[in-house]
């Protein structure tokens, strides 16, 4: 038998699908977030489906709560995510009102 490798196994990296039901109001504010997300990041008749963003911006809402994170380290629990993510592919909430404001600065009356 070979000794254990430097690179630990491997976690468990089977997607698991979740449904779920939301309000109008959290539909349209999503709607509204992906609208911002494609006027961020997205040229063109490029697209980002709202389901293809959800999984994201709860990683990021979970990694975001101090609380939360303590807790999963007091479990000795460690997220499996990749955390080499680019920030244009994959923008925290920060990130992405940063460059929403830095965009609208300029978009002042013209004449």
Known sequence: ????LKLAKLPDR???????????DL???????QA?????????????????????????????DRNFVKVMRGN???SNVNRTR???EIPSGRTLRRQMTSSNAGDGPQS
Do not use: C, H, W
Request: aromatic letters at 8%; zero cysteines.
């Open 76 to 78: 000795g629990q460690r």
């Open 36 to 64: 911002a997300y494609k006027a961020a990041y997205l040229k063109g008749d490029e697209e980002e489906a709202v389901a293809a963003l959800i999984p994201f911006m709860i990683q990021s809402f979970l990694e975001s």
């Open 27 to 33: 539909n349209r504010m999503l709607l509204a977030y």
């Open 14 to 24: 089977t997607p698991v699908k979740i449904t779920i039901t939301v309000s109008p």
């Open 86 to 88: 680019r920030a244009e």
């Open 1 to 4: 038998m070979i000794e254990q």
